[in-house]
């Protein structure tokens, strides 16, 4: 049996791991480390949750200056967005207490296939779009740095785009992650904004929806302080490292490998959690 | 100061903030691991309920330190949206400072429902 000292180094390399790899992969560091918690090492799903959830916000406020540097990021629809985000961030903290466990743990799985799925597809391009005329009223147009100047956009589908927002908040909250893949395939995908504005913008959204949800992790006491500060440490170290590692020729071929072990850690979820687990 | 270089020092900001939470969490943890590192740990069962920032304060010191670290982390987010609704008053622009607003208050909701 482990004491408190082995345990904590464990879960902090763990996490580590887990956050190199989600930076690099794109996938967020919490999709991969609260798994990781319960399987490898046995860890309540709550609390593991509660943790990565802290993770999500040290990643989120500590890339934020280097994103904010490349001049990218929509503050105007970031913030229009997050009324959305946050709203459905603290539905989905407060389902937690209704849904069962096991029925969370499934799914989480069924969110982990997705994006094992979605990490190998990669998403299409798209093309430019008519400005709906509340996006127009709302200003969320704007301009980003190209290598002749500022390259005017518009922004689409508002309302479509705010719903799926609302979802991508509603998860977060359930799961304890930052689902930053669904805020992107909203702004890309649905409001046709463009992709680095996209992916920049997310992040910022990111940190604000997972406060929404710390409020009512903390009072239904999710957050152990001795379990996140591990984890905390872990994934912020290993996402700072695998930022900086640059994306070269094998990363399709990681990729790929990373989206087979991810979809192994959700059928085992799926198996644990129809047959006693996560209780 | 125009909406770059405002974005700039925000960002910033909350490098060094996560900087900042980060250590306190991590000296809390030392502290953690140096009185506690030989017990036997037990995450597996989860208690519903009757859990809050209230209760946590009656922590041992120790895990104290690694909680005003993370409700440290957790400020920064906020810190973000209450700077953008500063730099919204002041160009000003009253629809996203009411959409700012909105965002603020979901975001007190739920943090001030922590401490109960």
Redesign the interface.
């Known amino acids: 049996?482990?004491?408190?000292?082995e345990?904590?180094l464990i879960v902090c390399g763990v996490s580590a791991a887990g956050g190199f790899l989600g930076a690099l992969t794109g996938l967020g560091g919490a999709v991969i480390v609260t798994p990781a918690l319960t399987l490898l090492?046995?860890?309540?799903?709550?609390?593991a949750m509660g943790a990565a959830l802290?993770s999500v916000?040290?990643t989120?406020?500590?890339a934020?200056?280097?994103?904010?540097?490349e001049?990218f990021?929509n503050?105007?629809l970031g913030?229009?967005l997050?009324?959305a985000t946050?709203?459905g961030?603290?539905v989905g903290?407060h389902l937690t207490?209704v849904i069962p466990?096991p029925a969370l743990a499934i799914v989480f799985a069924l969110v982990l296939l997705y994006s094992a799925w979605h990490s190998v597809h990669g998403i299409p391009e798209v093309s430019e779009t008519k400005p709906d005329p509340l996006a127009l009223r709302?200003?969320l147009g704007s301009t980003y740095p190209g290598p002749l100047g500022a390259i005017h956009y518009q922004v689409g589908r508002v309302k479509a785009g705010f719903s799926l927002m609302f979802s991508a908040g509603l998860l977060s909250g359930l799961l304890g992650i930052g689902s930053g893949a669904m805020k992107v395939i909203a702004m890309d995908q649905v409001m046709r904004v463009p992709f680095k504005v996209s992916t920049t913008t997310s992040n910022?959204m990111i940190?604000?929806t997972?406060?929404?949800?710390?409020?009512?992790?903390?009072?239904?006491?999710?957050?152990?302080?001795?379990?996140?500060?591990?984890v905390?440490?872990g994934v912020?170290a290993g996402s700072l490292l695998g930022a900086r590692q640059l994306i070269g020729a094998g990363t399709r071929a990681l990729r790929l490998v990373f989206a087979v072990v991810v979809a192994a850690m959700a059928v085992e979820m799926i198996y644990s959690a129809s047959t006693g687990g996560f209780q | 100061m125009t909406?770059?270089q405002l974005?700039?020092n925000?960002?910033?900001l909350?490098?060094w903030?996560?900087i900042l939470?980060?250590t306190v969490?991590?000296a809390?943890?030392v502290w953690?691991?140096a009185t506690?590192?030989?017990?036997?740990?037990d995450?597996?069962?989860?208690?519903?309920?009757?859990?809050?920032?209230r209760?946590?304060a009656e922590?041992p010191a120790p895990?104290?330190v690694?909680?005003a670290g993370?409700l440290l982390?957790?400020a920064?987010?906020?810190a973000?949206?209450v700077f953008?609704l500063a730099a919204f008053a002041m160009e000003p622009d009253r629809?996203?400072v009411v959409?700012?607003m909105?965002?603020l208050g979901?975001?007190m909701?739920?943090?001030?429902?922590?401490?109960?």
């Open positions: 049996m482990m004491n408190v000292l345990f904590s090492l046995g860890v309540n799903l709550h609390y802290v916000i040290a989120s406020s500590g934020a200056a280097a994103y904010v540097k001049g990021s503050i105007r913030m229009f997050e009324i946050t709203v961030a603290i903290a207490s466990a709302f200003r910022f940190g604000v997972a406060a929404a949800s710390a409020g009512i992790y903390l009072h239904r006491g999710y957050i152990d302080p001795r379990l996140a500060m591990p905390m440490l912020l | 909406d770059q974005e700039e925000m960002g910033n909350l490098r903030g996560v939470a980060a969490v991590a809390g943890g953690y691991l506690n590192g030989g017990a036997t740990p995450y597996r069962h989860y208690a519903p309920g009757a859990e809050s920032v209760k946590l922590l895990e104290l690694i909680l993370l982390l957790i920064t987010p906020v973000r949206v953008s629809t996203y959409c700012t909105i965002v979901v975001l909701y739920s943090l001030s429902s922590s401490w109960w």
